[in-house]
C-alpha cells in the first residue's frame, strides 16, 4: 500500500445510526448485504444494503437490558440468525422472522424474535461468535469472570434449545475470543484464540499458569478441541503478547499452511501459528 | 482564597475558547499550531493544537467564576463571585457587549464569602450563587442577570431597595441561615437547581414557581460537587472525602452507586457529549479516572418482548447499575516537551470536558501544563465480503452513535487482490474463447503479457508453424530442444552490417530458431523486420525498434527510427552509434556513456554493436572468437521476449541452449510469469513456476 493512507487518500461516509449511546460493534453478514451494530443504549439495530451503496434500517429493537457488546451474525445456511452478548450477563440469538410488517410507522421494519436467552454467566459476557460451518451450530461466549462457554444447537431447526456443550475456566478476564475459520479437520482440530483485557498491574493474576504447568503471563490463549479426549485444552499461551487485548481475529484460512492471528492492543499485532507437524 | 487554586472552565458558547483560573484569570482561544500566526506565542496543548492568551486579569479576591451560555456575547462573560459576596459580570477582553450585562453588580445584603456561582444553560440568564452561612439570610441566591443593576443604578437606586420590581432584589433566596458550598443547574430539564449545603446535604430546588419553591433533600457525608447528568434528568453525582456518589433523584434516600476513592475526590463532571460517563480527579493524583455507568435495568418494562422471559433475571437487575472504571492521563499523550512533564510527574489539579466536542476534555497541571485530550473508545472495524450490490466495504464505529462507511471502491486505489480478482470474475476474466482478450482483462502487465504469448503459441500449433509439441502451448525451451538433442547444427552465417562495411557479425539460423523467434513474436522473419520495427515504433518504443532493427543488421533503419524520435536525447544516441569505430577515445566513451543511458534497449543495441568484430581480421585465422554479446543478454530490462530472440539470432547451439535453461531456471525461482516464455506449459515446470509465482503474489486463482 506504500504511501497510502484511508486519512489523506479516500472519503468515508458516515451513517447516522442513531443509537443513543456508544457503538459498541458492528458486523456484516455473510454475503457483505446487511449489518447488525449494536451500542451501550440496550438497543441492536440491522441495516439492509439497497443494492446502490446505501443502507437503511431494516429492524431496531431493544435487546438487553444492559449494555450490548457484540453482535455476530450466523452463517445464512442456518437462517437469519444473529447472537448478542451483553453487559446483562446474558447471549441471545435472534431470528428473523416473517417479511416486512407493514403497519403503520414500523413499515418496512423487520421482525427479529428473541430464540433463546442463555443465562449461565454470572458476570457480564464480554464476547459472542458462532463457530465455523462446519462444526455444525456452534457458540461460544465468554464473560468477564473468565469462563469460555461452548454451546450447541443439537438441531439446527430448532434455535431455541442450545445446550452447554463446555465450560472452560481461565481465571483471567476475558474480553474477545475467534474462532479459527480453517476448513480441514485433519490436523486443524477446531480451535479457538481468547484474549484478556486483564490489566497489567495486578501480575499475581496474570501469572496464570497453563495446562503444562509452566507459568505464562501472555494476554493471549490458544485452545484446542481433542477429538479423543472430548475436551478443550490449552495448547498455547502468545507471552509476546503483554498488553491488555481489546480484539482478537484469524484471518480466513486461503489454502495457507499456516494460521494467521490478528491481536488489537494497543497496537495491532499479526501471529503468525503454524501447527505441528 | 486559596493560594495554590487552580481551575479550567471551557466557554459554552465559544467552542474554541476557554479560562485559567488561578492568581489570575486567563482567556485562551484554542487553534491548530499550523493555523496560529508565527511569532505568537502560544502554550501547545497537544500534539496539534495551542491555545494562545487573549486577555488576562487579576483574580484578586476572587472566589468562584462561571462562564455564562448567553449566545449573542461575542466573548466569554463571566460572573466572578467574591470574598465580599458580591457577585460581578465581566469580560476579561473589551468588546462589543449586546445585552449591556459587563460590569453589572449582585450584591446579598450581609457581607460573607462567596462559594459557588452557576449559570444556567437553560435560561441563560439565571445566574445562582452560593454564600457562606449567615444567621438571618438566605445562602442561595437566584439572579435574574437582565434584571441586575449596572453600577450607574446602584448609586441612586440603594434607597428603593424594598419595591417589588426592584432589580437589586433577587429572585429567589433559598436556604435561610444555612451555608451552600456549591450549586449547580441541572441542564436537563428546566429550573432544577442542585446545591450542596452545610456539610451534609445534598438539595434540589425545583424553581418553576418562584412562589412555591419544591425541595428534595438527602443527607450525605459526599455532599460536595453536586452536578447533573446531561442526558439524565434524574441523574446526580456527588463527591466527599473518599468517594463518588451518583443519585437518583426520584429515589433519593441513599445513592445508587458510591464508588471508592483512596483519596479525596477534587472535582466530578459528567461527560456532555456521552451518556452514564463521569470523569473525577482526586487530590494530587496524575490520572483522571473514568466512570463508565452502566444501567442494567433502564424501562425494563417497555420490553414487551422479553416481559415473561426474563422476569426471574430482573430480580438480579434490580441490584442497580454498575461501573466499569479506568485511569487517564491526558498529558502522557500530548506530543513532545509536554509529554515528559505529564506523565507521573505533576498532579493534576483541574479538568473541564469540553461542551460540544466528542469526550474532549482539557486538564491543567500543577505545574502549569495543559493538556487536550479526547478520551478515545474501543473502535470495532468491520470487513464485508464483496458480494451484493452495496456490500464489500469498510465499516466502523464512530463518534456519537454514528457508523463510517467506506465504499469497497478504495480497494482499487491500493490494487488490493480480492478486489481485482472480483472485478475479473464479472468480467467473465479466463473464459473468452481467444486468449488474447482476456489480457486486456487482466489489467496486469505480466498477466497480460502471459495471455498474449498462450495465443500465440497456440496460434502457432494450429498454423502449423510449431508441429509434434506434446503440449499445448509450447515453449521456447521445448521448440530448441530438438535441436540440441536430434544433432541438427545450426548454419552459421558470417554477415556484414550493410551500412557498416567494416563491421561483421555471424548469424545462427535454423528451423527450430525461427519458430523461437515466432514464439517471441519475432514472427516477421529475417527479410521482414521492417515490419517488427515499424509496429515497435508504433507501439511507442522507438528505442526498442531502433534496437530490433540493429539486431537484424538493419543499422540505417535503426538511425532512421532514432532521427524520427521525439526526445532528443534519442538523436544524440544516434550521433553516437554512427560514430563506431575502434578508436580507444570512442570505446571508453561507450564504456562511460552506456550505462547512463536512459533506456535499456539503446544500452543494449551499444553493446551489441561494440562487440561486433572488425572487419579486417576475417582473412587471419579461423573465424574470430565468439564476440561477448553477455552485455546484451543481460540486460534485464529488456523484455525476455527480446533477450531470448536476440539470443537464438546470435548465440551458438551451445551457448543457446546455456542461456536459454539458466533464464529458466532464474525465472522459476523468481516465479516471474513471463517464464513460461521459456517453459511452455510443459507440466512440471510450469506449475512450479505458478507455485512461485503464487508463493510471491498469492494471486493463483488470478490464473485460472
Known amino acids: ?277 | 482564597m486559596s493560594g495554590g487554586r487552580l481551575d479550567v472552565i471551557w466557554s459554552p458558547v465559544h467552542h474554541d475558547k476557554f479560562i485559567i483560573w488561578g492568581p489570575d484569570i486567563t482567556l485562551y482561544e484554542v487553534a491548530r499550531i499550523k493555523e496560529i500566526e508565527k511569532k505568537t506565542t502560544f502554550t501547545p496543548i497537544s500534539s496539534t493544537r495551542g491555545a494562545t492568551i487573549i486577555a488576562s486579569q487579576s483574580a484578586s479576591g476572587v472566589r468562584c467564576v462561571d462562564i455564562s451560555a448567553i449566545p449573542e456575547q461575542p466573548e466569554p462573560l463571566l460572573a466572578l463571585g467574591y470574598t465580599s459576596g458580591k457577585v460581578a459580570l465581566t469580560t476579561l477582553k473589551q468588546t462589543y457587549d449586546p445585552l449591556g450585562l459587563v460590569g453589572r453588580e449582585f450584591t446579598s445584603r450581609y457581607q460573607r464569602l462567596c462559594n459557588s456561582v452557576s449559570w444556567s444553560h437553560v435560561e441563560t440568564n439565571m445566574l445562582a450563587v452560593a454564600m457562606e452561612k449567615h444567621r438571618s439570610d438566605h445562602c442561595i441566591l437566584l439572579w435574574d442577570v437582565n434584571r441586575g443593576s449596572s453600577p450607574a443604578d446602584e448609586a441612586r437606586g440603594t434607597d428603593s431597595a424594598h419595591s417589588p420590581a426592584d432589580p437589586s432584589k433577587p429572585l429567589a433566596e433559598m436556604g435561610l441561615s444555612e451555608a451552600a458550598h456549591n450549586v449547580a443547574w441541572s441542564n436537563c430539564s428546566n429550573r432544577t437547581l442542585l446545591a450542596s449545603m452545610n456539610l451534609k446535604y445534598i438539595k434540589i430546588f425545583d424553581l418553576r414557581d418562584l412562589s412555591n419553591k419544591a425541595v428534595s433533600v438527602t443527607t450525605s457525608r459526599h455532599c460536595y460537587g453536586v452536578c447533573a447528568d446531561p442526558f439524565n434528568p434524574w441523574q446526580l453525582a456527588s463527591r466527599g472525602e473518599g468517594a463518588v456518589c451518583v443519585w437518583d433523584a426520584r429515589s433519593f434516600d441513599r445513592p445508587v452507586l458510591t464508588l471508592l476513592h483512596h483519596k479525596p475526590v477534587a472535582h466530578v463532571q459528567w461527560c456532555p457529549t456521552r451518556r452514564n460517563l463521569l470523569l473525577s480527579l482526586q487530590r494530587d493524583s496524575a490520572t483522571l479516572r473514568l466512570h463508565d455507568i452502566q444501567q442494567a435495568n433502564n424501562n425494563a418494562i417497555d420490553n414487551m418482548l422479553a416481559a415473561t422471559a426474563v422476569e426471574a433475571e430482573l430480580e438480579e437487575y434490580s441490584r442497580g447499575p454498575s461501573v466499569l472504571e479506568r485511569e487517564v492521563s491526558p498529558g502522557a499523550g500530548a506530543g513532545g516537551a509536554a509529554a515528559g512533564r505529564g506523565r507521573g510527574g505533576a498532579p493534576i489539579a483541574a479538568f473541564s470536558w469540553h461542551p460540544a466536542h466528542e469526550a474532549r476534555l482539557l486538564a491543567v497541571y500543577a505545574s502549569g501544563m495543559i493538556a487536550d485530550y479526547t478520551v478515545c473508545e474501543r473502535v470495532t472495524v468491520a470487513w464485508g465480503c464483496g458480494g451484493g450490490g452495496g456490500g464489500g466495504g469498510l465499516v466502523w464505529t464512530g463518534a456519537g452513535g454514528t457508523l463510517r462507511l467506506m465504499r469497497d471502491d478504495f480497494y482499487a486505489a491500493i490494487r488490493d487482490i480480492s478486489y481485482v480478482m472480483r472485478r475479473r470474475a464479472t468480467t467473465d476474466y479466463g473464459l473468452k474463447s481467444d486468449l488474447w482478450q482476456n489480457a486486456d482483462l487482466a489489467d496486469d502487465d505480466a498477466l497480460s503479457g502471459l495471455w498474449h504469448f498462450m495465443a500465440l503459441s497456440k496460434s502457432l500449433v494450429e498454423d502449423g508453424c510449431i508441429r509434434g509439441s506434446p503440449w499445448r502451448h509450447p515453449g521456447v525451451r521445448g521448440v530448441l530442444r530438438s535441436a540440441g538433442e536430434g544433432g541438427y547444427r545450426s548454419e552459421a552465417v558470417p554477415s556484414l552490417l550493410p551500412d557498416l562495411p567494416a563491421r561483421r557479425v555471424t548469424v545462427f539460423r535454423s528451423g527450430e530458431r525461427t519458430r523461437a523467434l515466432h514464439l517471441c513474436g519475432w514472427g516477421w522473419g529475417w527479410d521482414n523486420a521492417a515490419a517488427g520495427v515499424e509496429r515497435a515504433e508504433a507501439e511507442g518504443t522507438p528505442c526498442r525498434a531502433a534496437a530490433i532493427a540493429a539486431f537484424h543488421l538493419k543499422l540505417r533503419a535503426a538511425l532512421d527510427v532514432l532521427a524520427r524520435a521525439h526526445e532528443p536525447q534519442l538523436r544524440v544516441v544516434g550521433l553516437a552509434l554512427a560514430g563506431l569505430s575502434e578508436e580507444r577515445l570512442w570505446r571508453e566513451a561507450l564504456a562511460a556513456g552506456a550505462p547512463a543511458l536512459p533506456d535499456a534497449y539503446l544500452r543494449a543495441l551499444l553493446h551489441f554493436l561494440a562487440a561486433s568484430a572488425p572487419a579486417h581480421p576475417a582473412h587471419h585465422a579461423a573465424p574470430a572468437a565468439q564476440p561477448d554479446l553477455s552485455a546484451v543478454l543481460n540486460e534485464t530490462e529488456m523484455r525476455l521476449e527480446d533477450r531470448v530472440a536476440f539470443a537464438c539470432i546470435f548465440l551458438s547451439d551451445a551457448k543457446l541452449h546455456e542461456y536459454v535453461k539458466h533464464t529458466c531456471d532464474q525465472l522459476v525461482e523468481q516465479g516471474d510469469l513471463s517464464g513460461i516464455l521459456l517453459t511452455g506449459t510443459c507440466f512440471l515446470i510450469y506449475t512450479s513456476i505458478l507455485y512461485y509465482y503464487k508463493y510471491k503474489t498469492e494471486k493463483l486463482a488470478n490464473l485460472y
Open chain 1, 1 to 277: 500500500m506504500g504511501e497510502l493512507t484511508a486519512s489523506n487518500m479516500f472519503e468515508s461516509e458516515t451513517i447516522c445510526a442513531d443509537h443513543k449511546d456508544l457503538i459498541h460493534d458492528v458486523a456484516y453478514d455473510f454475503y457483505g448485504e446487511r449489518m447488525a451494530t449494536c451500542s451501550s443504549d440496550q438497543y441492536v439495530k440491522v441495516w439492509d444494503s439497497d443494492g446502490r451503496g446505501g443502507w437503511r434500517l431494516s429492524a431496531s429493537w431493544k435487546a438487553h437490558h444492559g449494555s450490548v457488546w457484540k453482535v455476530t451474525w450466523a452463517h445464512p445456511e442456518f437462517g437469519q440468525v444473529i447472537a448478542t452478548c451483553s453487559f446483562d450477563r446474558t447471549a441471545a440469538i435472534w431470528e428473523e422472522v416473517g417479511d416486512a410488517a407493514s403497519s403503520g410507522s414500523e413499515k418496512g421494519l423487520h421482525t427479529w424474535l428473541k430464540r433463546s436467552n442463555l443465562v449461565d454467566s454470572r458476570t457480564s459476557v464480554t464476547d459472542v461468535k458462532f463457530g465455523p460451518k462446519h462444526l455444525g451450530l456452534l457458540l461460544v461466549t465468554c464473560s468477564a469472570d473468565g469462563i469460555i462457554r461452548i454451546y450447541e444447537a443439537p438441531d439446527v431447526m430448532n434455535l431455541a434449545q442450545w445446550t452447554l456443550q463446555h465450560e472452560i475456566p481461565t481465571k483471567v478476564s476475558i474480553s474477545c475470543l475467534s474462532w479459527n475459520p480453517s476448513l480441514s479437520r485433519v490436523g486443524n482440530p477446531p480451535m479457538l484464540a481468547v484474549g484478556s483485557d486483564e490489566p497489567n498491574t495486578s501480575n499475581a493474576v496474570a501469572n496464570v499458569p497453563s495446562d503444562k504447568g509452566t507459568a505464562c503471563n501472555g494476554k493471549v490463549f490458544i485452545y484446542e478441541y481433542s477429538e479423543t479426549s472430548r475436551r478443550w485444552t490449552r495448547t498455547e499461551c502468545l507471552s509476546s503478547v503483554q498488553e491488555p487485548v481489546n480484539d482478537i481475529a484469524f484471518a480466513p484460512n486461503l489454502g495457507r499452511s499456516f494460521h494467521l492471528l490478528a491481536v488489537a492492543t494497543k497496537d495491532v499485532r499479526i501471529i503468525k501459528l503454524e501447527p505441528l507437524a
